[in-house]
């Protein structure tokens, strides 16, 4: 069965960092692209960035609103996708979630809450 | 970015009668190998967002079938056939064809 567990949320000052792990299992890890999303509380879905496999050179691409903030990376032999996020805005407040794929994102993890006060 | 419109936002519906979700894009979601990705997502109240449909009309595994999903180009659809009580919650189309991803504002379904 294809699982994918967020943890790393929390409570943080505005301007802080915080990293965010998606442990995932279930499905060969190094084969697929991973994707973070976000949801802030009451609203819609966004989407936050990506990371390609290592066969696309593991590259990214993040919304304008977090690039040069947040950077995504991959430990294969882990099977875990991070989200370091830095330079935190209030704005930020979310439940972030990954999710396996990019253009068809299937399986999602059930989410971390990140809060950030000012 | 492509931006996605949804209608209605909010849809009553009666138990065991059909409940339809329209989706349209700004720009046409065919990419130049002929795929349209163009995927619905179902999110029950205090859960994560589950997909149902994928390529606009593919019902994902475990996916009742009463879910279907049409459309092409730009304006896409989301029916159910006969609403159940599980149904209720929120449901967001996102297409994957042009970067970046981009959703629609979600379409509550409630009982009426």
């Known amino acids: 069965e294809v699982q994918l567990v967020e943890s790393g949320g929390g409570l943080v000052q505005s301007g802080r960092s915080l990293r965010l792990s998606c442990t995932a299992s279930?499905?060969?890890?190094?084969?697929?692209?991973m994707s973070w999303f976000r949801q802030a509380p009451g609203k819609g879905l966004e989407w936050v960035g990506v990371?390609?496999?290592?066969?696309?050179?593991?590259?990214?691409d993040y919304a304008a609103s977090v690039k040069g903030r947040f950077t995504i990376s991959r430990d294969d032999s882990k099977g875990i996708a991070y989200l370091q996020m830095n330079s935190l805005k209030t704005e930020d407040t979310a439940v972030y979630y990954c999710?396996?794929?990019?253009?068809?994102?299937?399986?999602w993890g059930q989410g971390t809450l990140v809060t950030v006060s000012s | 970015d492509v931006v996605m419109t949804q209608s209605p936002l909010s849809l009553p519906v009666t138990l065991g009668q059909p409940a339809s979700i329209s989706c349209r894009s700004s720009?046409?979601?065919?990419?130049?190998?002929?795929?349209?990705?163009l995927n619905w997502f179902q999110q029950r109240p205090g859960q994560s967002p589950r997909r149902l449909i994928y390529?606009?009309?593919e019902r994902d595994s475990g996916v009742p079938d009463r879910f279907s999903g049409s459309g092409s180009g730009t304006d896409f659809t989301l029916k159910i056939s006969r609403v159940e009580a599980e149904d209720v919650g929120v449901y967001y189309c996102?297409?994957?064809?042009?970067?970046?991803?981009?959703f629609g504002q979600g379409t509550k379904l409630e009982i009426k």
């Open positions: 279930g499905f060969t890890f190094g084969e697929y692209a």
């Open positions: 390529k606009v009309s």
């Open positions: 999710s396996r794929g990019r253009l068809d994102v299937d399986c």
């Open positions: 996102m297409q994957g064809t042009h970067w970046p991803n981009t």
């Open positions: 720009q046409r979601l065919v990419d130049s190998a002929g795929n349209t990705y």
């Open positions: 990371i390609r496999s290592e066969a696309y050179g593991a590259t990214t």
